[in-house]
C-alpha cells in the first residue's frame, strides 16, 4: 500500500504562469487536506476535500487557487498566475473516514516562483 | 471553534537531557490529538495519537505525550535528547470534517 503520493517534488514557474499540484491518496482514504509551508513559517491550512466535495476552503486564498478531488483520480491544487510570494512548500494529507483517524503526509512539492 | 496553541517556537536542549515541547488545544468536544514530526526537507511522519483511551501515550523514537482535559494540555516529552531528534514538531487536533496544525516548534539538539 503506498503511501500519499505528491507530483511534481519540485515545480519551477515563471510567474504569471499556472501551477498545478497533484495528490494521489493512500488506498481507501476518501479525505484530502491541502497545507502551505511558507519559508520558516508552520503549517497553513489550505484545503478539506471529500470525494468530488469541497467541505472546507477557509484556508485557501479568494482569488488564483482552486482545488478539486474528483471522483476518479488525483486531487489537484490550482495557483493560476502565480507571483513569488506563492513560492512554498504545498503538502498533501490523506486519511480514512472518521474523527479519531491519522492523516498520512506526502512528501510535498516545493514550488518555487521565478 | 478548535485551535491549538504550542507554547515555545524554539527549544534547544543538549544531548542527553529531557525534552519537553508544549501544547494547548481548545476544543468544544472531545478531540484526538496528535504530534507529527517534520524533518528538514522532509513530509510528515505521524509520532503519536491520542483518541480517548489512554491519557498517557507511548509514540515512536521514545517519544510520549500525556492529555490532560483539565489542563487542556497535551505535552510531548522525551526523557534523553538525541542529536537525530532535531526537526519541526507539530500538535494537531481534529474533529470529524477539521484538523489544525499548530504553529510548530523547533527542537534543537546540542552535542
Not at chain 1, 502551505?36 to 476535500?49: A, D, N, S, T
Request: charged content about 20%; proline content about 5%; hydrophobic content about 35%.
Amino acid at each position: 500500500n503506498a503511501g500519499v503520493m505528491q507530483n511534481p517534488r519540485h515545480l519551477v514557474r515563471r510567474r504569471g504562469q499556472e501551477a498545478r499540484l497533484r495528490c494521489s491518496p493512500m488506498k481507501g482514504h476518501s479525505h484530502v487536506y491541502w497545507y502551505r509551508q511558507l519559508p520558516e513559517e508552520g503549517l497553513k491550512f489550505m484545503v478539506y476535500l471529500q470525494k468530488e466535495n469541497i467541505i472546507d476552503e477557509s484556508g485557501m486564498p479568494k482569488e488564483r487557487f482552486s482545488a478539486e478531488f474528483p471522483k476518479e483520480g488525483p486531487s489537484i491544487l490550482r495557483i493560476q498566475q502565480v507571483v513569488r510570494g506563492d513560492s512554498a512548500a504545498y503538502f498533501c494529507a490523506s486519511s480514512r473516514t472518521g474523527p479519531r483517524t491519522e492523516a498520512f503526509f506526502g512528501q510535498g512539492t516545493r514550488l518555487t516562483v521565478v | 471553534a478548535q485551535s491549538v496553541t504550542q507554547l515555545d517556537s524554539h527549544v534547544s536542549v543538549s544531548e542527553g537531557t529531557p525534552v519537553l515541547l508544549r501544547c494547548n488545544y481548545s476544543s468544544s468536544y472531545s478531540p484526538s490529538l496528535f504530534w507529527y514530526v517534520q524533518h528538514p526537507n522532509k513530509g510528515l511522519q505521524l509520532l503519536l495519537k491520542y483518541t480517548s483511551a489512554a491519557t498517557l501515550v507511548k509514540g515512536i523514537n521514545g517519544f510520549e505525550a500525556e492529555f490532560k482535559k483539565s489542563e487542556t494540555s497535551f505535552h510531548l516529552t522525551k526523557p534523553s535528547a538525541h542529536m537525530s531528534d532535531a526537526a519541526e514538531y507539530f500538535c494537531v487536533v481534529r474533529l470529524v470534517n477539521d484538523m489544525r496544525f499548530g504553529a510548530g516548534t523547533r527542537l534543537t539538539v546540542k552535542p
